[in-house]
């Protein structure tokens, strides 16, 4: 109890009231009835990231200049940082709460830089001399494969990849056109992944459909070969000369084969594949028109993909359909009705509705149909179910068959690169649960990041580090008077006139004075990144810092006022009522 | 301790041509104060910019705390004081009004922060002129209150001010009247940085917040004592005449001048006596000559401690006068003027006590002319008593 002065006398007492000793006996924690405490939680840029990437963390990393370190943090989730800075349409950036203040954060141009940094320093992810565990086989090279791949193989298990193709890479290969993803960045991704004792074998054609029996000697198996048969429109014509579809095309160029092709080209459809397509024909010396059914709202590719096609010199028809191709000594007349927007159809999109009696004319040399990819079924083995073009698995990527697992574009519709990864991650986990006996389920419910399905491997392999309550921090939970306004960087990009010439990268890297600014710029999220705002407000010197950890409240004196939780920018300390 | 800012050194006193404000910064300076904190206002802005320029310059290696308000401004510098050092701030009106609370924290933490108040009218109506009102309302706070007459004596104020604070434990205000001194330039002579080092010493308080030794400041006081350290700020208070003389007659032996609590001028044998604070005096000091050659038997005095009221300074004075005359710049509404208020609670246990004529004047920064202040007088030598008890002086009809 406390120790009250007993003063005799009015001379005894002092002029102030002051106390004669320290006040540490006044254990003012105890008038406490809610208590702050740090705890780290989800920033929406990771949650919304489908390859799960610890995004508030690497950039925390690039801020104190650490790049290598950002670069390590990326690779624990993902073996393609290179590749997603430059070809993953960043859902991330959609989500930052940045954007709510000013703009987003220029994730994806951070992720490139510490990726052409490690690459430049020639960094590379330790290889484990721990023995292999089991053999695990993995059909496709492309981004989920390969994910699945390396992540078994940091695990310990041997891996082979088995690619019918004679180069690895599948989509990332003859998918993306170099001028978004040079081929020497996706060589080195991959050679990283194989340092790490994963073999690829090229050209490897296994029995079709694929026997499972062959693969014996594998204790379990990843199936990911994608989706890459291009949908026809079912008109007449269109199996005729001249006419390509849209990723056999884009193989093609990506392989620098020959293209027969005339001056004039219309490209069908409104995905990625069809933008890609349409400037993959520009820089080619040709002239494309993308002919779409809906409209430009309702377009599929991506906003900036679309902005820099017409940049480029693309023509974008909208609410044209070809309903016939008609051949006529080497052109092609195209016939198309013209369209008008009805109802919503189950996309959630308002359906084209043909206009009776609009039939016209275009004249062009060659057709360009990129409506869309379906999966090749015939080749997948027995056993495996399907529903709605898509192979059926359960949550952990488990099929119908003991041992075999299915991901990638094979079983999603959501087909972007950083969709892949994360498929071909999750299915590394499953795989390594489903071989050590634990419940894959409840392993990656531990595991998902917010509220998923994103997931993170690394808490899977290290679950006491860097815990995270898994709340989202919304905008409105951050104490924004302590940011001031910047602009984001920006990549720059070649000018226009430059990239149509030819297939180079058109955006380059960002240098490090402003990756550096632009990491400077991130609000950090959830994550204390140690700004001392509570050590500096805390009225009670309450706010502890020391050897070994970077905050910690000293409950014995601690009032609960919160204003350390008020104060802090980033939602990164919490309040709980006293427990009494 | 902080440097003298952009003062000649060595060289005596030199004359200069500023406005108040500019004086109340060369006494800060002067002061060797460590910790500025303020927030802006009018009339007081000047005095902020003055410092906040110098010390941004780095010529002057004063820390200056930035603000969010004049409660801050008070809060800060009771944190900087507890801390044992020398803080100084300035305001008005309004922003003296929001100081309130932290007013009262400053004098029962006993803490010997120096104000300056440039004396504004609070509002509405909305009013930026000279009225007493802001620092007459603020003296149940337990700060002493020195008025001034001219540039000259706001700067002499401050130095002395720092001499009695630190002395008694008590906060001092400053006050001088908006823009008739704040705005307006006169000669000032500006003692060497030597001289007032060798009248002011450096701040070294008892008590003060030393991480080594760690204890807790202005901790609780039960019933049982509360009372006592109330009673301590009383007698601390009983001591500033005392003490407020001797550090008069000090400076007078280093700078030649002086101020006392009051001053009386005038017949010695007076019967009428016109009493001001404030810029009025000046103006009065003129009509009184004019009526003394005219013969009439009167006299002025010029109130400038009005915290604590100087009732035996005034004992002393009121000998034989039959009647004062007491200009307020200042209405305590339902009262009346605030320095009448206090002259008759003093006068009550005089035994020949003079009638007191309470004139209102000059409120919201009407000027207070000769003519007003003629009439004043004349009205009190022609009344035995006054007709009413709120005299109202140049209202319109």
Same mark, same amino acid.
């Given at each position: 109890?406390?120790?009250q002065?007993?003063f005799?006398?009015l001379?005894e007492m002092?002029e102030?009231a002051?106390?004669v000793?320290?006040m540490?006996?006044?254990k003012?924690g105890?008038?406490?009835?809610?208590?702050?405490?740090?705890?780290?939680?989800?920033?929406?840029?990771?949650a919304?990231?489908?390859?799960?990437n610890?995004?508030v963390?690497?950039?925390?990393e690039?801020?104190?200049?650490n790049?290598?370190?950002?670069?390590?943090?990326?690779?624990?989730?993902?073996?393609?940082?290179a590749?997603?800075?430059?070809?993953?349409?960043?859902?991330?950036e959609?989500?930052?709460?940045r954007?709510?203040f000013?703009e987003p954060i220029?994730?994806?141009?951070?992720e490139?830089?510490?990726?052409?940094?490690?690459a430049?320093?020639?960094?590379k992810?330790e290889?484990t001399?721990e023995k292999g565990r089991?053999?695990?086989?993995i059909?496709?090279?492309g981004?989920a494969g390969?994910?699945?791949a390396?992540?078994?193989?940091?695990?310990?298990?041997?891996v082979?990849?088995?690619?019918?193709f004679?180069?690895a890479?599948g989509?990332l290969?003859?998918?993306?056109?170099s =001028? $978004?993803?040079?081929?020497?960045v996706?060589d080195?991704? !991959?050679?990283?992944?194989e340092? #790490? @004792?994963v073999e *690829?074998r090229?050209?490897?054609?296994l029995?079709?459909?694929?026997?499972?029996e062959?693969?014996?000697d594998?204790?379990a198996?990843?199936?990911?070969?994608?989706?890459h048969q291009?949908r026809?429109?079912?008109?007449p014509?269109?199996?005729g000369?001249?006419v =390509? $579809?849209g990723?056999?095309?884009?193989k093609?160029?990506? !392989?620098?084969?020959?293209v027969? #092709? @005339?001056?004039? *080209?219309?490209v069908?459809?409104g995905?990625n594949?069809?933008?890609?397509?349409?400037?993959s024909?520009v820089?080619?010396g040709?002239?494309?028109t993308?002919l779409?059914?809906?409209s430009?709202e309702e377009?599929?590719?991506?906003?900036e993909?679309?902005?820099?096609?017409?940049e480029?010199?693309?023509?974008i028809?909208y609410l044209?359909?070809?309903?016939?191709?008609?051949?006529k000594?080497?052109l092609?007349?195209?016939e198309c009705?013209r369209?008008?927007?009805g109802?919503k159809d189950?996309?959630g999109?308002?359906?084209?509705?043909?206009?009776?009696?609009?039939?016209?004319?275009?004249?062009?040399?060659?057709?360009?149909?990129?409506?869309?990819?379906?999966i090749e079924?015939?080749?997948?083995?027995?056993?495996m179910?399907?529903?709605?073009?898509?192979?059926?698995t359960q949550?952990?990527?488990s099929?119908?068959?003991?041992?075999?697992?299915a991901?990638?574009?094979?079983?999603?519709?959501?087909?972007?690169v950083?969709?892949?990864?994360g498929?071909?991650k999750?299915a590394?986990?499953?795989?390594d649960?489903?071989?050590?006996?634990k419940?894959?389920?409840e392993?990656i419910r531990?595991?998902?990041?917010?509220?998923g399905?994103?997931?993170s491997?690394?808490r899977?392999?290290h679950?006491d580090e860097?815990?995270m309550?898994s709340?989202?921090?919304?905008?409105?939970e951050?104490n924004t008077d302590y940011f001031?306004?910047a602009k984001?960087?920006?990549?720059?990009?070649?000018?226009?006139?430059?990239?149509?010439?030819g297939?180079?990268?058109?955006?380059s890297?960002l240098?490090?004075d402003?990756?550096?600014?632009?990491?400077k710029?991130?609000?950090?999220?959830?994550?204390?990144?140690?700004?001392?705002n509570?050590?500096?407000f805390c009225?009670?010197?309450s706010?502890?810092k020391g050897a070994?950890?970077?905050?910690q409240?000293?409950?014995?004196?601690?009032?609960?006022c919160?204003?350390?939780f008020?104060e802090c920018?980033?939602?990164?300390?919490?309040l709980?009522e006293?427990?009494r | 301790?902080?440097?003298g800012g952009?003062?000649?050194?060595?060289?005596?006193?030199?004359k200069?041509v500023?406005?108040?404000?500019?004086a109340?910064a060369?006494?800060v300076?002067?002061s060797?104060?460590?910790?500025?904190?303020?927030?802006?206002?009018?009339?007081q802005?000047?005095?902020?910019e003055?410092?906040s320029?110098?010390?941004?310059?780095g010529?002057?290696?004063?820390?200056?705390l930035?603000?969010?308000?004049?409660h801050?401004a008070?809060?800060a510098?009771?944190?900087a004081?507890?801390g044992g050092?020398r803080?100084?701030?300035?305001?008005?009106s309004?922003?003296?009004?929001?100081?309130?609370?932290?007013?009262?924290?400053?004098?029962?933490a006993?803490?010997?922060?120096v104000m300056v108040?440039?004396n504004?009218?609070i509002?509405?109506?909305?009013?930026?002129w000279?009225?007493q009102?802001d620092s007459?309302s603020?003296?149940?706070?337990?700060?002493?209150?020195?008025?001034?007459?001219?540039?000259?004596e706001?700067?002499d104020t401050i130095?002395?001010?720092?001499r009695i604070?630190?002395?008694?434990?008590?906060?001092?205000m400053?006050v001088l009247?908006a823009?008739?001194?704040?705005?307006?330039?006169e000669a000032v002579?500006?003692?060497?940085?030597?001289?007032v080092?060798s009248f002011?010493p450096?701040?070294c308080?008892?008590?003060f917040?030393?991480?080594q030794?760690p204890?807790?400041?202005?901790?609780?006081?039960?019933?049982?004592?509360f009372?006592?350290?109330?009673f301590?700020?009383?007698?601390?208070?009983?001591?500033?005449p005392e003490?407020?003389?001797?550090v008069?007659?000090e400076f007078?032996?280093?700078?030649?001048?002086?101020?006392?609590?009051i001053?009386r001028?005038?017949?010695?044998?007076?019967?009428?006596?016109?009493?001001t604070s404030?810029t009025?005096t000046?103006t009065?000091r003129m009509?009184?000559?004019g009526?003394?050659?005219?013969g009439c038997p009167?006299?002025?005095?010029?109130?400038k401690?009005?915290?604590p009221?100087?009732?035996?300074e005034?004992?002393e004075?009121?000998?034989?006068?039959?009647?004062?005359a007491?200009?307020d710049?200042?209405?305590s509404?339902?009262?009346?003027g605030i320095?009448a208020?206090?002259?008759?609670?003093?006068?009550y246990?005089?035994e020949?006590?003079?009638q007191?004529?309470?004139f209102i004047s000059?409120?919201?920064?009407r000027?207070?002319t000769?003519n007003l202040?003629e009439?004043?007088?004349q009205?009190t030598?022609?009344?035995?008593?006054?007709?009413e008890e709120?005299?109202?002086?140049g209202?319109k009809k």
């Amino acid at each position: 109890m406390s120790k009250q002065l007993q003063f005799k006398s009015l001379l005894e007492m002092p002029e102030i009231a002051v106390s004669v000793g320290s006040m540490d006996w006044n254990k003012t924690g105890a008038w406490r009835t809610q208590q702050p405490f740090y705890e780290d939680k989800t920033p929406p840029c990771s949650a919304a990231c489908p390859a799960g990437n610890d995004i508030v963390s690497f950039i925390q990393e690039i801020s104190k200049e650490n790049y290598e370190g950002a670069w390590r943090l990326i690779k624990e989730e993902n073996p393609f940082p290179a590749i997603c800075g430059r070809v993953c349409f960043h859902p991330c950036e959609l989500k930052c709460n940045r954007g709510s203040f000013d703009e987003p954060i220029a994730i994806h141009a951070l992720e490139r830089f510490v990726a052409d940094f490690a690459a430049g320093q020639r960094k590379k992810i330790e290889r484990t001399t721990e023995k292999g565990r089991e053999r695990i086989a993995i059909i496709g090279s492309g981004p989920a494969g390969m994910s699945c791949a390396f992540h078994l193989a940091k695990l310990h298990y041997r891996v082979t990849v088995f690619e019918s193709f004679s180069l690895a890479g599948g989509v990332l290969r003859f998918g993306i056109p170099s =001028y $978004r993803l040079s081929k020497d960045v996706l060589d080195q991704e !991959l050679s990283d992944i194989e340092a #790490l @004792g994963v073999e *690829i074998r090229r050209g490897i054609s296994l029995s079709n459909p694929l026997r499972i029996e062959d693969l014996k000697d594998f204790q379990a198996i990843f199936i990911a070969t994608g989706a890459h048969q291009s949908r026809g429109l079912s008109i007449p014509g269109e199996k005729g000369r001249g006419v =390509y $579809r849209g990723l056999d095309f884009l193989k093609k160029i990506n !392989l620098k084969a020959r293209v027969k #092709l @005339g001056e004039k *080209i219309a490209v069908i459809g409104g995905g990625n594949t069809a933008v890609d397509v349409a400037r993959s024909v520009v820089r080619l010396g040709k002239k494309a028109t993308i002919l779409y059914r809906r409209s430009k709202e309702e377009m599929p590719a991506f906003e900036e993909e679309i902005t820099e096609a017409l940049e480029e010199g693309v023509k974008i028809r909208y609410l044209v359909n070809p309903i016939h191709i008609h051949q006529k000594d080497g052109l092609k007349r195209l016939e198309c009705l013209r369209m008008a927007l009805g109802e919503k159809d189950e996309s959630g999109r308002r359906r084209p509705v043909p206009i009776p009696n609009s039939n016209f004319f275009l004249e062009v040399e060659n057709v360009i149909i990129a409506a869309g990819e379906d999966i090749e079924f015939s080749y997948l083995p027995k056993g495996m179910e399907r529903r709605e073009g898509i192979v059926l698995t359960q949550r952990d990527g488990s099929t119908g068959i003991k041992g075999v697992f299915a991901g990638g574009d094979l079983t999603s519709n959501q087909r972007t690169v950083a969709h892949a990864i994360g498929s071909g991650k999750k299915a590394a986990m499953a795989i390594d649960c489903h071989l050590r006996g634990k419940d894959s389920e409840e392993a990656i419910r531990q595991v998902l990041i917010g509220e998923g399905p994103s997931l993170s491997i690394f808490r899977y392999l290290h679950p006491d580090e860097r815990p995270m309550n898994s709340h989202v921090v919304a905008f409105e939970e951050l104490n924004t008077d302590y940011f001031e306004l910047a602009k984001r960087k920006r990549e720059s990009k070649r000018s226009v006139k430059e990239r149509v010439k030819g297939f180079k990268e058109m955006t380059s890297t960002l240098g490090e004075d402003s990756a550096s600014e632009e990491a400077k710029r991130c609000f950090s999220c959830g994550t204390c990144n140690e700004c001392e705002n509570c050590y500096v407000f805390c009225p009670d010197g309450s706010v502890l810092k020391g050897a070994g950890f970077s905050h910690q409240v000293d409950y014995d004196f601690c009032k609960g006022c919160g204003i350390c939780f008020t104060e802090c920018p980033r939602g990164a300390i919490s309040l709980r009522e006293e427990a009494r | 301790m902080s440097s003298g800012g952009n003062l000649s050194k060595g060289g005596g006193e030199m004359k200069k041509v500023i406005t108040g404000n500019q004086a109340v910064a060369y006494g800060v300076i002067l002061s060797r104060v460590d910790v500025v904190s303020a927030y802006p206002i009018t009339p007081q802005t000047t005095i902020v910019e003055e410092l906040s320029e110098l010390i941004a310059s780095g010529r002057l290696k004063t820390i200056f705390l930035k603000v969010e308000s004049e409660h801050s401004a008070l809060a800060a510098l009771t944190g900087a004081s507890t801390g044992g050092v020398r803080c100084f701030t300035a305001t008005s009106s309004h922003g003296l009004a929001y100081m309130h609370e932290m007013l009262h924290w400053a004098c029962g933490a006993r803490l010997p922060i120096v104000m300056v108040n440039v004396n504004r009218a609070i509002g509405p109506p909305w009013n930026i002129w000279n009225d007493q009102s802001d620092s007459l309302s603020q003296r149940d706070t337990g700060w002493i209150q020195l008025y001034c007459e001219n540039n000259q004596e706001v700067l002499d104020t401050i130095l002395q001010a720092y001499r009695i604070a630190e002395e008694v434990r008590l906060p001092v205000m400053v006050v001088l009247d908006a823009f008739v001194l704040s705005h307006t330039s006169e000669a000032v002579e500006i003692p060497s940085i030597e001289e007032v080092d060798s009248f002011l010493p450096p701040y070294c308080p008892d008590d003060f917040i030393d991480p080594q030794e760690p204890k807790a400041f202005s901790v609780i006081a039960t019933p049982d004592y509360f009372m006592e350290f109330r009673f301590k700020v009383q007698r601390a208070m009983e001591r500033v005449p005392e003490v407020a003389q001797k550090v008069n007659d000090e400076f007078k032996a280093h700078f030649g001048r002086g101020y006392g609590a009051i001053e009386r001028y005038g017949r010695e044998d007076a019967e009428v006596l016109l009493m001001t604070s404030g810029t009025v005096t000046g103006t009065s000091r003129m009509v009184i000559q004019g009526m003394l050659k005219k013969g009439c038997p009167v006299g002025g005095v010029k109130i400038k401690h009005f915290r604590p009221f100087p009732s035996k300074e005034i004992h002393e004075t009121i000998k034989g006068v039959k009647k004062i005359a007491i200009i307020d710049r200042s209405l305590s509404p339902g009262v009346g003027g605030i320095f009448a208020q206090e002259l008759r609670a003093v006068l009550y246990p005089h035994e020949e006590k003079p009638q007191v004529f309470g004139f209102i004047s000059g409120l919201g920064g009407r000027d207070i002319t000769p003519n007003l202040i003629e009439e004043a007088v004349q009205y009190t030598m022609d009344h035995d008593r006054p007709q009413e008890e709120i005299l109202w002086l140049g209202l319109k009809k």
